[in-house]
């Protein structure tokens, strides 16, 4: 799941990207109304964390502008300011949700998780490939009804390429969404990982669903899915 948060407090916006790492999410962070506004409209993302007071361009104008051209993505309204007609105006712009600092990180991760339940219409609530299941909102992996302990990391990793059922995804893609666009370390930290899910949910059941299409990237497979040739799993 890929989150957009756009606040000018730095260290403020810099605690929840280390907190919402750790808990799998990639996020990519401004600090202005403007660049939030470019972000959102040029990138997709799953959910929007917006302060309403921004340089630039208020929280206000980001999400009425961002419904105005279509922009769907839900979005969680952060302010100091607790006035209910703040609240009101928020949600009547287009805000999904507000949420009043000083806030509990804790439930800062609820509020974001609710609002990813929400969207049922675009993203089931369990995914599914072949016998292999995965619950977003509990967290919860499955194979032929066996529970898979995952990472954070390969928990976000494996939901990737759960929502992206056969499509080859380059390494480059794979950090993108996974990890983020600014992330510096080295490429082959994609390998690693997969490495580490194809020990978890293909070794132990003696199958092969996740593969490595030579000079392209990965591609997940539904278990006795014919089109795999030329394809290599290692």
Not at 2 to 16: G, P
Not at 131 to 147: F, I, K, Q, Y
Not at 213 to 225: E, K, M, N, P, T
Request: glycine share 6%.
């Amino acid at each position: 799941m890929r989150i957009l948060v756009v606040d000018d407090e730095v260290n403020l916006a810099a605690a929840i990207q280390r907190g919402l790492q750790a808990e799998g999410f990639s996020v990519d962070v401004v600090h202005d109304g403007d660049d939030g506004l470019w972000a959102a409209t040029e990138q997709a993302y799953d959910v929007i964390v917006l302060d309403l007071m921004l340089p630039k361009l208020n929280g206000y104008k980001v999400v009425e502008r961002l419904r105005q051209r279509g922009v769907w993505t839900p979005v969680l309204m952060l302010t100091a300011k607790d006035g209910e007609y703040d609240q009101a105006d928020a949600l009547d712009l287009g805000a999904d949700d507000y949420l009043t600092k000083p806030f509990s990180f804790v439930v800062l991760v609820a509020r974001i998780r609710a609002l990813l339940r929400r969207i049922v219409t675009e993203r089931p609530t369990v995914l599914t490939v072949g016998d292999l299941e995965l619950d977003p909102v509990t967290h919860r992996v499955t194979r032929a009804g066996r529970s898979i302990e995952l990472t954070p990391r390969e928990f976000t990793l494996l939901e990737y390429l759960m929502r992206n059922p056969g499509r080859v995804l380059s390494k480059s893609e794979l950090l993108d969404h996974v990890w983020d666009p600014t992330f510096e370390g080295p490429l082959n930290v994609v390998e690693v990982y997969v490495g580490y899910l194809r020990k978890k949910v293909d070794a132990p059941f003696d199958v092969q669903s996740i593969a490595t299409v030579r000079g392209f990237g990965y591609r997940l497979d539904a278990v006795g899915d014919p089109s795999t040739d030329s394809v290599s799993t290692t």
